[in-house]
């Protein structure tokens, strides 16, 4: 059994004004994980005090205290692993530590011990290497997918993996681009908003391109653009690349 042990349960002189504190404990508490399934372990140590001078309270205050503690230990506990008992200790701890009303005039405050039981982690372990290998196959289907969206947003790639698809059926893939019309090719995941949008531009220009004259015009103002920004190898680069010219056009 793991075990994380709490500071011990500050007076609760220290935290209010006048009334008697009265020690409280909770023992071998099961409360639930961010798993529902799997439990902590939790004891509880705290104090409540009346702080009404005058007033005798509302019978057994000891009652409604320990609700109050075990109530915050739930909502803490019910968003942490058992698998990290650490942070799931100082989360407990931070909360019930800082002292709080169960109701007006009712102040309590505590501090939680955690333990997991090795079945409790063992539930934990194999729910997270199912987690994981949901997460893996997920991400794999995402990536089939984004492929095939590719494929079939490119008119020639479209084509050659029809026709290696469905060979014989060659005759159906206009009704298949009709219906495909407009669909994008997926973005790349790592490309920022001003990157992919570069992109997406360069790559509908140069498919609008279509003669000699229009290239030569476009790699000129690539070149100006480079050198303006001090990017000298790459303007270089850009206006020594050999642009074979179409048949039948004639040189810019």
Not at 148 to 177: C, G, S, Y
Not at 183 to 211: K, N
Request: include cysteine.
């Amino acid at each position: 059994m793991l075990r994380r042990r709490g500071r011990p349960a500050r007076p609760a002189a220290e935290t209010a004004g006048t009334g008697t504190a009265h020690p409280l404990a909770l023992s071998d508490e099961r409360i639930a994980s961010r798993i529902g399934s799997v439990c902590f372990t939790v004891r509880i140590t705290g104090s409540w005090r009346w702080t009404h001078p005058g007033d005798a309270g509302r019978g057994d205050l000891a009652l409604p205290a320990r609700e109050h503690l075990r109530r915050q230990a739930a909502e803490i506990l019910c968003r942490q692993s058992v698998l990290d008992l650490a942070a799931a200790h100082d989360a407990a701890n931070s909360s019930l530590d800082q002292g709080s009303y169960a109701m007006p005039g009712l102040e309590v405050a505590g501090t939680a011990e955690l333990s997991v039981a090795a079945a409790d982690r063992a539930l934990a372990e194999e729910h997270a290497r199912r987690q994981q290998a949901a997460d893996l196959e997920h991400g794999e289907e995402l990536h089939r997918l984004a492929q095939l969206q590719r494929v079939l947003a490119d008119p020639d790639l479209r084509r050659v993996w029809w026709m290696a698809r469905f060979p014989d059926r060659f005759n159906d893939l206009d009704a298949l681009a009709e219906k495909l019309n407009g669909l994008p090719a997926p973005q790349t995941a790592q490309d920022d908003d001003l990157r992919g949008d570069i992109r997406r531009f360069t790559d509908d220009l140069v498919t609008t391109l279509h003669t000699p004259q229009q290239r030569e015009v476009f790699v000129q103002a690539l070149v100006q653009t480079l050198t303006a920004l001090g990017h000298h190898h790459l303007t270089t680069a850009a206006a020594l690349r050999p642009r074979p010219h179409d048949p039948g056009s004639t040189p810019a």
